[in-house]
């Protein structure tokens, strides 16, 4: 362990200074203690070359954990560990891993620039320990590092070694972090103040394990890659840093796998909206504001959520029917209090809330894009619209490689024709190529046996043509 230096020999004359005006201070006048002790000070810092940076785990303004003091924290565990004697590991909420740090009252070293700097642990007692003994785990203990370093380096220390600390330690605290997936739970009920729950986001899908054309899968990729990274690009041209991705294909074409590839990739929670549990656009909006950046905010089928499109068709269809007599203004206010509407939600995409809360990606899917309004989805709120397609021979590629291992095979040229006839899910095909249990292992057969059904549902394709033309 390394100690910011001292001078040999002071210490005992130091401490034996102290021991004595201890001993003093309580039977001389306030006016000449705090005389004494104000000169002591400066004279002390007159001769200490050292400056010391107190980080306090609770931030003075606000009751909750300081933010520097958390990059520290993580800064310290991922590169200053392997130089500390003693460890503290506890397992954290909302983690699943031990988080191992630097034991209280524990100093490391750091260099930075080829400067050495020092960071001693330690934490504030709480003032009742002497006198209460309390079970409970001590709410007063505050917990600090100090960062200690020569006076000369004292600009680059404040300006580009404290942004050091922030950028390493957030981007540690990202990596580790245990993401997670929140559903929302119905609004308007007894549990008004969780209007999210969460479990663990585990989803194993990953862009690589992704059936898809090789292309259209790095067009994406990129762009994701262009939005994580643009955060002045936004600032620059006044757009709040959010984008909206449009996926919607037949079932079982990857939509919802594509969602966790992409959860994946960049390493953001999700937020699985259920719009049918929502009563309002003001609990909507309430919902909204309780999601945090670095988020993926999904609405599945989004045209079976709701009857987006109601809205619009109903008005155009009181027009054309005259005869009807037209909904009292009072029952029209009281249905648009009881449900979240197409502009309800489309302000949730880019009204001025949805600027809240840092980075974001809104993602609708849909089996049925002719049904969407358009407003819904045009450029600007859904920003990329992405098919997801039948398998395509490139995608039974990927597939065959993470099935079964294989980049290539005898058998693939009979499978390629079979692709171009016929209109095969990526989630069938996947389902053909799932290794079972049967012991049987052997490629030819499994890619045979593929061959086999991919022929007899042709078959059944082709006579349900015949049939149909036969009774038509
Ligand atoms: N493109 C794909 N790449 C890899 N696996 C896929 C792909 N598409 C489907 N699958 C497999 O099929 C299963 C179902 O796919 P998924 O749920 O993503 O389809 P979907 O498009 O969301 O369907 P739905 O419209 O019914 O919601 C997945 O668990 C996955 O194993
Ligand atoms: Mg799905």
Redesign the pocket.
């Known amino acids: 362990m390394v100690a910011v230096p001292s001078w040999a020999g002071t210490g005992s004359a130091v401490a034996s200074f102290l021991f004595v005006w201890a001993m003093v201070r309580n039977h001389i006048p306030k006016e000449l203690y705090f005389f004494i002790s104000t000169t002591l000070r400066k004279a002390f810092s007159f001769l200490n070359p050292y400056i010391h940076i107190k980080l306090d785990e609770y931030s003075s303004e606000r009751m909750r954990k300081d933010e520097l003091y958390s990059a520290a924290e993580a800064y310290l565990s991922s590169a200053c560990l392997h130089r500390a004697r003693r460890l503290k590991a506890e397992l954290r909420r909302k983690t699943d891993r031990p988080f191992v740090t630097i034991d209280e009252y524990e100093e490391v070293t750091d260099t930075f620039c080829g400067v050495t700097v020092w960071w001693h642990a330690s934490k504030h007692l709480p003032k009742s320990t002497t006198t209460v003994i309390s079970f409970n785990s001590s709410p007063e203990e505050r917990r600090f590092y100090r960062l200690s370093f020569h006076k000369r380096h004292r600009n680059l220390i404040e300006n580009d070694y404290l942004d050091h600390i922030l950028t390493k330690g957030r981007a540690s605290i990202a990596r580790n972090r245990q993401r997670r997936l929140f559903t929302n739970n119905p609004t308007g009920g007894g549990s008004r103040n969780m209007l999210w729950s969460h479990v663990a986001f585990e989803h194993p899908?990953t862009f690589d394990?992704?059936?898809?054309d090789p292309e259209r899968k790095k067009a994406i990729i990129d762009d994701l890659v262009t939005f994580r990274e643009g955060k002045e690009y936004y600032k620059h041209v006044g757009k709040a840093w959010k984008r909206g991705y449009l996926?919607f294909?037949?079932?079982?074409?990857?939509?919802?796998?594509?969602i966790a590839a992409i959860a994946n990739f960049l390493e953001y929670d999700v937020y699985d909206l259920e719009l049918t549990a929502v009563k309002n656009n003001t609990e909507l909006r309430k919902i909204f504001l309780e999601t945090t950046g670095k988020s993926i905010i999904v609405i599945?089928?989004i045209d079976c959520s709701l009857d987006l499109t109601g809205e619009r068709k109903d008005k155009k269809k009181k027009h054309k029917d005259e005869t009807e007599a037209p909904p009292s203004k009072a029952i029209e206010e009281v249905d648009i209090a009881n449900k979240v509407t197409l502009s309800g939600l489309l302000n949730f995409i880019d009204g001025l809330w949805s600027a809240c809360g840092g980075e974001k990606i809104i993602i609708f899917?849909t089996?049925h894009i002719e049904k969407l309004d358009p407003a819904l989805i045009r450029r600007g709120r859904m920003d990329m619209h992405i098919e997801?397609s039948y398998?395509t021979f490139e995608?039974f590629k990927?597939?065959a490689k993470?099935y079964l291992g294989i980049e290539n095979h005898h058998l693939f040229d009979s499978i390629r024709e079979l692709l171009l006839e016929m209109k095969v899910?990526?989630?069938d095909a996947?389902?053909g190529l799932m290794l079972k249990n049967s012991g049987n292992k052997d490629v030819d057969v499994y890619l045979q046996n593929f061959i086999e059904n991919l022929n007899k549902s042709k078959e059944e394709a082709n006579k349900n043509a015949e049939d149909m033309v036969a009774v038509g």
């Open positions: 899908a394990t992704l059936a898809m996926l294909g037949p079932p079982g074409t990857g939509k919802s796998t594509m599945e089928d899917t089996n997801m398998c995608a990927v597939l993470n899910s990526p989630a996947a389902e």
